[in-house]
């Protein structure tokens, strides 16, 4: 869970209650995504990083993980398999946005 965004300044919550300092790297209000790089100067042994996948590799069939805190819900983790790579605005009734969408049966 995200708190108090000053400046892009937060504070997060994790999983076990304890609580970090982190930044707001980049945002997107359109689609409420946010991704915050977490200040590492503690030591933690629990932080393990994961490896991200690039979207542009992405294929039709593989298998999907989201997590995050989407609409202020705290710890929220769902799995799909992908259906499309490249679904446009305009198929999904927003014509005046040109984005690409990935297309999964993953909750989200």
């Known amino acids: 869970m995200i708190q108090?965004?000053?400046?892009?300044?937060?504070?997060?919550t994790m999983w076990n209650g304890t609580k970090r300092q982190g930044r707001v790297h980049s945002l997107d209000q359109g689609t409420d995504i946010a991704l915050v790089k977490l200040d590492m100067s503690q030591q933690d042994h629990e932080l393990v990083p994961v490896k991200i996948g690039k979207s542009s590799t992405l294929r039709a069939g593989e298998?999907?993980?989201?997590?995050g805190s989407p609409l202020l819900l705290q710890n929220s983790v769902t799995f799909g398999i992908v259906s499309s790579t490249a679904r446009l605005g305009s198929e999904l009734g927003i014509a005046q946005n040109r984005t690409e969408f990935i297309q999964t049966d993953a909750a989200i």
């Open 4 to 12: 108090q965004c000053v400046d892009g300044e937060v504070l997060v």
């Open 63 to 67: 298998f999907v993980v989201a997590l």
